[in-house]
């Protein structure tokens, strides 16, 4: 069976959209009858349809939120962990699904382990949903009878990483707040106020004093061409972000960023703390050390530690222990390098190197706690330092007239 989305009609007249499962587009078309709504358009779920004069992007090449990843793989895990069959399960949380999008994706994974695929072969249709990691441990779990284990691993480690980004956001949220509300307020002091209050001395045979004709000039130029600074600034961003689709200035702008103190510290602990916690989840799935490192690899967004990741790989390949290859490398954090080391003594290297990205998470966290702290006070300071030179540029010239007038 394949889903279907469909529009139809329903007896007051209303449009009502939604997913159904059919052997064919006539079959789905007659449950929609059956179920008194009169169908206007029936598609499959994954193919374009026509929207508002536009086209939809095909369902398997839509992302969803790392929330509903997270809610989905939970669902899967708890009812394939009550032994109900993978297809009823498929079929249970896409019903449980608010979103047609996701109902729709779920439902064509269902349709694929009903024709005999595995799951992760049916999931690969979706790949900016389930990445490799995620397919890479399914199909471990399917192969090693432990499915539902590795499925409630997964729901886990999709819900720390949930947590995480979400706390990393809020913490940036009050910063970009205070710098937004920093620049409306200076820019409409410059554009708006301040020509008012030093028009008074325009027209004035005084020399008037450096910092009063710096702050006019500063005025006239953010009215004058505050528009076009802005436009300029868009498009260098534009710029900037179309130039950096290029693999080899990409590369160079992340070794330009990993040489940048303070930078290079947090980029290192969130990558570093990703790869630790991914290789430790695959790896307790049962998925080989080299494809786990290959795989963890891929989830490093800087692009040269993730050609480190691959040289480990290589090293380790060739007969080396992980430890060692993390170390001759020299981007990975002593800790995290420490810890492997105890681990693959231990025989614990899948709970060691979980316990390195529950540090580095934690180390991760305190740093932006510090610095946003910092950050604060900061701008409170830049704030008052540029009210303070707003306000001295306008009373030196009044004190100026005081001073001739006695």
Not at 9 to 18: A, D, E, F, Q
Not at 123 to 135: D, H, K, T
Not at 142 to 162: I, M
Not at 271 to 294: C, K, N, Q, W, Y
């Amino acid at each position: 069976m394949t889903a279907y989305r469909y529009k139809a009609l329903n007896p007051g007249g209303k449009l009502v959209r939604g997913v159904l499962e059919g052997d064919s587009e006539r079959q789905v078309r007659a449950q929609l009858r059956n179920q008194s709504l009169r169908p206007v358009d029936v598609s499959e779920a994954n193919r374009p349809t026509p929207s508002g004069g536009g086209w939809r992007l095909p369902l398997l090449r839509q992302r969803i939120s790392t929330g509903d990843l997270a809610l989905i793989t939970r669902q899967l895990a708890t009812l394939v962990l009550s032994n109900l069959p993978l297809d009823e399960a498929l079929q249970a949380a896409a019903a449980q699904s608010r979103s047609s999008r996701i109902k729709g994706m779920l439902l064509q994974v269902r349709s694929r382990v009903a024709e005999g695929h595995t799951l992760a072969y049916a999931m690969a249709e979706f790949p900016l949903v389930f990445n490799e990691m995620y397919r890479a441990m399914v199909n471990a779990g399917e192969h090693a009878g432990f499915l539902g284990p590795v499925l409630e691993q997964l729901a886990d480690y999709t819900e720390q990483r949930q947590y995480t980004g979400q706390k990393l956001k809020g913490a940036m949220i009050y910063p970009f707040i205070l710098v937004g509300v920093a620049i409306a307020v200076i820019t409409l002091l410059m554009v708006f106020i301040v020509p008012e209050l030093v028009g008074i001395f325009a027209h004035s045979s005084r020399e008037l004093p450096l910092l009063t004709r710096g702050l006019i000039a500063s005025s006239d130029f953010f009215r004058d061409w505050g528009l076009w600074l802005l436009a300029g600034l868009m498009a260098l961003a534009w710029g900037a972000r179309r130039l950096l689709r290029n693999p080899g200035r990409r590369r160079r702008w992340h070794a330009l960023l990993l040489a940048t103190p303070g930078i290079s510290r947090l980029l290192v602990a969130l990558d570093t703390a990703r790869f630790a916690s991914t290789l430790s989840i695959l790896m307790a799935s049962g998925v080989p050390l080299l494809e786990s490192l290959r795989i963890a690899g891929e989830v490093l967004t800087n692009l040269v530690l993730r050609e480190h990741s691959v040289v480990v790989a290589e090293r380790v390949a060739e007969g080396s222990s992980l430890h060692r290859a993390l170390e001759r490398s020299g981007r990975f954090p002593p800790m995290m390098v420490h810890m492997v080391a105890s681990g693959e003594a231990s025989g614990e290297l899948e709970t060691m190197l979980e316990r390195s990205a529950t540090n580095q998470e934690r180390e991760l966290e305190m740093t932006l706690s510090t610095m946003m702290s910092l950050f604060e006070p900061l701008m409170v300071v830049f704030m008052g330092g540029m009210v303070l030179t707003i306000v001295l540029a306008i009373l030196l010239p009044i004190f100026d007239l005081n001073t001739m007038v006695k």
